[in-house]
């Protein structure tokens, strides 16, 4: 079948992939856009798509002067988070996906997205975007190439992913990729003017973790739609990775240097918006620390020959949530936003062409909100709404480690898993071994925040911080943390786990406000855990696990009410006890999917409480 005639662009491919030339005809032949541009990732490429986008009223241009080549962006008020409702994992069997996943057959889910398809980008540029999850020096390099209609998460893409006319290049004619297919849905009849935030009501966010593919429609923000982020980098990338034996995960990677000089690596798994950018750009409060930061957001583990964990980070930029980001929380992150070349999305814009948020100081008399509409420090509502995000290059961070796109990885020490927790949860908890530590990740949970469309402030269990992100049943998912676990294999070095602890920042007293004073503060907790590694700092045993010993948190120049501090160290029974019957429930789900020793370590958990 030969391509519409009216479709520019399409026969001017500059790749001989037949696989991939083969799959952009026949997505163009089904959406219809006016024309198809391959992206060269160049920063000519990135200047004609802002000025388009300026004139478009899609983005605002910052003061040059403030936030040179920065942007300023709003999306409709209906497309603001992910949409896990909308979101679906389809295996050919219904049981891969588990019951965690929304779950339609591949052949009913492309049936219905391909009728959304037909048309879908009517009147619009297609762009073909080939890019790259991790360096592209890799001894096998991560590809995807998404086709959007969107020129917003093109130049998203082009800060998050390594992309562009060398991607291509690499990818010579036969290379395996993700294909990405994304339309917002949001077609426009000849004549018709756009909005200036295109998208449709009916929205899909489909994975075929079998053919390895993204189908995504209808929305345009964030991880709907940068598709190399939570939908190829966490769904599809697990289900690789439980296929070929490593771990794609939900967490930061950091490097810790010891006044002693002595560097180690964490990685740490918090559900979304509760806290991985900012401890992974931590400034240390205690002396002599410092931290180095090599990823916010996706660390992807494989064991090397030593038989250690490592991590490296697939994206390339770091797109955090904005409120809360400040001077005092987070300089480094105010840092790497000084230095422009960033999207701001769903902030408020101040008179003089800079951007604002709750939390950023105080506030101006004057902006204008994310709305659109004119916002006073006297208005009743957010000036920001509460997923609103910076999109900006990870190599301006001014911390960042020179081993951050080392193909190889960085060795992992600790694993943190954390969540929100206004009760229960102490400040840190050392699992006693990698067991213990997978049942603690399993059995993770969390208040939910705005990250995800739907009610927030819910406690709901999100295992491992991974909850929206497996691409595959979580019992199984469960069963691989548990075999990554086990020792050597026919020849291998003999594996040095990581140590695993769990945090949690957010407990509050009863008059609601928080117990701990987190951000920099958190290097107290990161001191002891790496101390623990060293075999120096003392912990006391607890039913649920290690906590550090009276006297073993450096609290040195803390200003904390010692009654606060025992508070958010305690482990209290009663709450603990409580927790059981919502465990109980929680694993019977995943029926003989559940690994026998996560219901031996929680029959032991309760042996130790005391329930029956
Ligand atoms: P995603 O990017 O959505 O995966 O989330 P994230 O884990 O990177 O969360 P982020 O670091 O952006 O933090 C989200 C919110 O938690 C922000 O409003 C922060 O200000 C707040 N936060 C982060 N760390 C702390 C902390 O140590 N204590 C308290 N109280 N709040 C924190
Ligand atoms: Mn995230
Ligand atoms: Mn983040």
């Known amino acids: 079948m030969s391509a519409p005639a009216t479709v520019a662009g399409l026969d001017q491919a500059p790749t001989s992939h037949a696989k991939l030339l083969t799959w952009v005809r026949e997505v163009a032949e089904l959406t219809t856009p006016d024309s198809v541009v391959w992206c060269d990732g160049s920063s000519d490429e990135w200047r004609r798509l802002t000025d388009d986008l300026v004139a478009a009223g899609t983005l605002v241009r910052l003061n040059e002067e403030k936030r040179p080549n920065s942007f300023w962006a709003r999306t409709d008020p209906t497309d603001v988070a992910r949409v896990e409702e909308r979101t679906f994992i389809c295996s050919v069997d219904e049981a891969d996906a588990g019951p965690t996943n929304n779950w339609l057959a591949p052949a009913e889910m492309k049936r219905v997205m391909t009728d959304l398809y037909r048309g879908s980008m009517r009147g619009r540029t297609m762009y073909v975007i080939p890019f790259?999850?991790?360096?592209?020096?890799?001894?096998?390099?991560?590809?995807?190439?998404?086709?959007?209609?969107?020129?917003?998460?093109?130049?998203?893409?082009?800060?998050?992913?390594?992309?562009?006319?060398?991607?291509?290049?690499?990818?010579?004619?036969?290379?395996?990729?993700?294909?990405?297919?994304?339309?917002?849905?949001?077609?426009?009849?000849?004549?018709?003017?756009?909005?200036?935030?295109?998208?449709?009501?009916?929205k899909y966010i489909s994975h075929f973790p079998e053919t390895r593919e993204i189908w995504s429609y209808g929305s345009g923000y964030g991880g709907n739609s940068l598709l190399g982020k939570k939908c190829y980098s966490l769904r599809i990338a697990s289900a690789m990775a439980r296929d070929e034996g490593w771990l794609a995960e939900h967490m930061l990677i950091m490097k810790l240097t010891s006044p002693e000089q002595k560097t180690y690596y964490v990685a740490a798994a918090f559900p979304s918006a509760c806290g991985k950018t900012n401890l992974a750009m931590l400034e240390p409060t205690v002396p002599g620390w410092k931290v180095e930061t090599l990823g916010d957001d996706i660390a992807w583990m494989r064991f090397g020959d030593d038989g250690r964990l490592y991590a490296t980070n697939p994206e390339y930029?770091?797109?955090?949530?904005?409120?809360?980001?400040?001077?005092?929380?987070?300089?480094?992150?105010?840092?790497?936003?000084?230095?422009?070349?960033?999207?701001?999305?769903?902030?408020?814009?101040?008179?003089?062409?800079?951007?604002?948020?709750?939390?950023?100081?105080?506030?101006?008399?004057?902006?204008?909100?994310?709305?659109?509409?004119?916002?006073?420090?006297?208005?009743?509502?957010?000036?920001?709404?509460?997923?609103?995000?910076?999109?900006?290059?990870?190599?301006?961070?001014?911390?960042?480690?020179?081993?951050?796109?080392?193909?190889?990885?960085?060795?992992?020490?600790?694993?943190?898993?954390?969540?929100?927790?206004?009760?229960?949860?102490?400040?840190?908890?050392?699992?006693?071994?990698?067991?213990?530590?997978?049942?603690?990740?399993?059995?993770?949970?969390?208040?939910?925040?705005?990250?995800?469309?739907?009610?927030?402030?819910?406690?709901?269990?999100?295992?491992?911080?991974?909850?929206?992100?497996?691409?595959?049943?979580?019992?199984?998912?469960?069963?691989?943390?548990?075999?990554?676990?086990?020792?050597?294999?026919?020849?291998?070095a003999d594996k040095k786990l990581p140590k695993i602890f769990y945090v949690n920042w957010f407990r509050r007293g009863d008059d609601g406000r928080f117990l701990w004073p987190g951000f920099g503060e958190n290097s107290r907790v990161l001191k002891w855990v790496v101390q623990r590694l060293e075999g120096r700092a003392d912990a006391v045993e607890t039913p649920v696990g290690m906590v550090p010993a009276p006297g073993a948190l450096d609290v040195d120049g803390l200003d904390l009410d010692p009654a606060d501090l025992a508070a958010v160290l305690n482990v209290d029974a009663d709450e603990w006890r409580a927790e059981i019957p919502q465990v109980t429930e929680w694993f019977t789900k995943f029926g003989d999917k559940l690994p026998g020793v996560l219901w031996a370590e929680l029959d032991a958990l309760k042996a130790r409480l005391g329930v029956e």
């Open 317 to 492: 930029g770091l797109f955090g949530v904005a409120p809360g980001t400040d001077w005092k929380t987070n300089p480094n992150a105010m840092r790497t936003l000084a230095k422009g070349n960033s999207v701001f999305t769903n902030v408020a814009l101040t008179d003089d062409g800079d951007i604002w948020w709750e939390g950023m100081g105080d506030p101006p008399a004057h902006l204008t909100d994310w709305k659109g509409e004119d916002w006073t420090p006297d208005s009743d509502e957010l000036s920001s709404h509460p997923n609103s995000r910076f999109c900006t290059p990870i190599s301006q961070c001014p911390i960042l480690a020179p081993e951050y796109d080392d193909p190889k990885g960085v060795p992992i020490d600790a694993i943190l898993f954390g969540g929100r927790r206004r009760d229960t949860i102490p400040l840190v908890t050392e699992a006693r071994d990698w067991v213990h530590g997978v049942y603690l990740g399993a059995t993770l949970s969390s208040e939910t925040t705005a990250a995800a469309a739907g009610k927030v402030g819910v406690v709901r269990r999100d295992p491992m911080a991974m909850l929206p992100f497996i691409g595959y049943n979580a019992g199984d998912y469960f069963g691989h943390w548990i075999a990554m676990g086990k020792g050597a294999g026919d020849g291998a």
């Open 132 to 202: 790259c999850m991790g360096p592209l020096d890799a001894p096998a390099p991560m590809f995807g190439v998404e086709i959007t209609d969107s020129p917003y998460v093109v130049t998203s893409m082009r800060i998050m992913t390594r992309m562009g006319t060398e991607v291509l290049a690499k990818m010579g004619d036969a290379a395996e990729f993700v294909p990405c297919l994304h339309s917002l849905g949001a077609p426009l009849e000849p004549g018709e003017t756009d909005v200036a935030w295109p998208c449709n009501e009916t």
